[in-house]
């Protein structure tokens, strides 16, 4: 028979096992503090949307609160050297594509941060080809990469096309095929691939270079004609969308997206972050939203992330050298 005796003690002890289910669990996070997801970029690209997906998936785990915070100018340079200049206590973090990392040291003349020296790789999520497309400014009968340049050459006047960022892997694509289709290209940018887009579905830029998951959306409703991807092979994303190279163009370039932390920043929490976007990334709803963005999963380790920032750094060496391209 339930008394009131037996009904205090009962709801004593559920209280009791409900505080310490909860002081366990935030027991059981790596900080106690409010957590920064800083993007270069801002709200509506790919970069964005998966470093939401991050902090949604970190909150309570790695620490009580995690937000984005959308750092946007000086093409991606300001969040880097805010995270540079943050506590080293891993309640801030850099999230972003490679080329702010490994493009950078050698576009720009001076950096105010080196991506090796101040910088501490914790984990790579995805990785994702790039995409060349067009617009309506372009007409219809350019169906392919080669049509494409035929008609720039025709037109050079209008031979555009939008980056995310000057000195970036977007804009190095262009300026590529530039070269190799010995075609001039004029480069416009943009703080972010969702206002280049924009402008390019507006007609005012007649090509675009960006993430294969930022373009999708709009190459599904119609809205854009992606003519070649940049990786190596042919992408499950666009699987009738040629690759440059396939389509006679020597353009090879494939893009991290990754987490990267103060460099003084210890150790133990370093390896506890990168085991919680691990297991936050192998997630199968998390799974399932990056293929709905056009990311493949790459996860990597900090030891085999470091080693790819400074393989990657000087292999870009010679490619930015070769363009001529030098931001001040």
Request: proline fraction near 8%; include cysteine.
């Amino acid at each position: 028979m339930l008394t009131r005796r037996t009904w205090l003690l009962g709801a004593a002890g559920a209280l009791t096992a409900g505080q310490w289910s909860l002081s366990s669990r935030a027991h059981a996070q790596i900080i106690q503090q409010t957590t920064r997801v800083v993007v270069p970029f801002p709200a509506g690209g790919s970069t964005d949307a998966l470093a939401r997906i991050l902090a949604d998936k970190l909150k309570g785990v790695y620490a009580p609160t995690t937000l984005v915070e959308n750092r946007v100018g000086a093409a991606g340079r300001l969040a880097v050297e805010y995270v540079k200049s943050a506590e080293a206590d891993g309640s801030v973090m850099l999230f972003t594509p490679d080329f702010p990392i490994t493009v950078y040291p050698h576009s720009f003349r001076s950096l105010s941060y080196d991506p090796v020296r101040d910088f501490t790789p914790v984990a790579t999520i995805a990785k994702s080809a790039l995409c060349l497309c067009v617009g309506p400014a372009v007409p219809d009968s350019v169906k392919t990469l080669s049509d494409f340049v035929a008609w720039c050459k025709a037109n050079p006047t209008k031979a555009t096309h939008a980056t995310t960022a000057a000195g970036g892997t977007p804009h190095f694509a262009g300026l590529m095929l530039s070269q190799v289709s010995k075609v001039p290209m004029t480069p416009v940018h943009y703080k972010g691939g969702a206002p280049a887009l924009q402008d390019l579905i507006g007609g005012h830029v007649t090509s675009s270079v960006n993430p294969v998951a930022e373009v999708l959306p709009f190459a599904k409703s119609g809205k854009i004609r992606p003519l070649a991807v940049t990786s190596a092979k042919r992408t499950n994303f666009l699987p009738d969308v040629p690759t440059m190279k396939e389509s006679g163009y020597d353009v090879v370039i494939e893009s991290w997206l990754g987490t990267l932390v103060p460099s003084k920043t210890p150790a133990d929490i370093v390896t506890k972050l990168n085991a919680a976007i691990k297991d936050a990334f192998a997630a199968p709803d998390v799974k399932e939203k990056l293929a709905t963005l056009g990311n493949e999963p790459d996860y990597k380790t900090p030891a085999e992330f470091a080693a790819m920032v400074k393989a990657d750094i000087e292999r870009w060496g010679p490619v930015v050298k070769a363009s001529g391209f030098v931001a001040d």
